[in-house]
Nanobody
């Protein structure tokens, strides 16, 4: 079992930055792929980024590449999503997720077995 808890969301003005954290407990953090997804009201859950268990490989949604950076600190059992140049359309609930399969650039929500409860990000114009 894995427990994931997101934090760091909030209200920010357009052009600002936020760093989300995903604190993990349970099974060994360094043994699974971590992903970030988001879901805006009335929309389907959308892939944001994924990172391999070692942190050596990353994969991003094309539309977000260059503004968002995924990282992890296996010693702290924590994953991160740095979000820069935020836009109102980035407003959503952001979720982190875990998958114990090997790295294959997991970008579907169906790839992930464990999910956090989400953290709200609101970007004002």
């Amino acid at each position: 079992q894995v427990q994931l808890v997101e934090s760091g969301g909030g209200l920010v003005q357009a052009g600002g930055s936020l760093r989300l954290s995903c604190a993990a407990s349970g099974r060994t953090f360094s043994s699974y792929v971590m992903g970030w997804f988001r879901q805006a009201p009335g929309k389907e859950r959308e892939f944001v980024a994924a990172i391999s268990s070692s942190g050596g490989s990353r994969y991003y949604a094309d539309s977000l590449k260059g503004r968002f950076t995924i990282s992890r600190d296996n010693a702290k059992n924590t994953g991160y999503l740095q979000m820069n140049s935020l836009k109102p359309e980035d407003t959503a609930v952001y979720y982190c997720a875990a998958d114990f399969q090997g790295w294959r650039r997991q970008h579907s929500s169906l790839d992930y077995d464990y999910w956090g409860q989400g953290t709200q990000v609101t970007v004002s114009s």
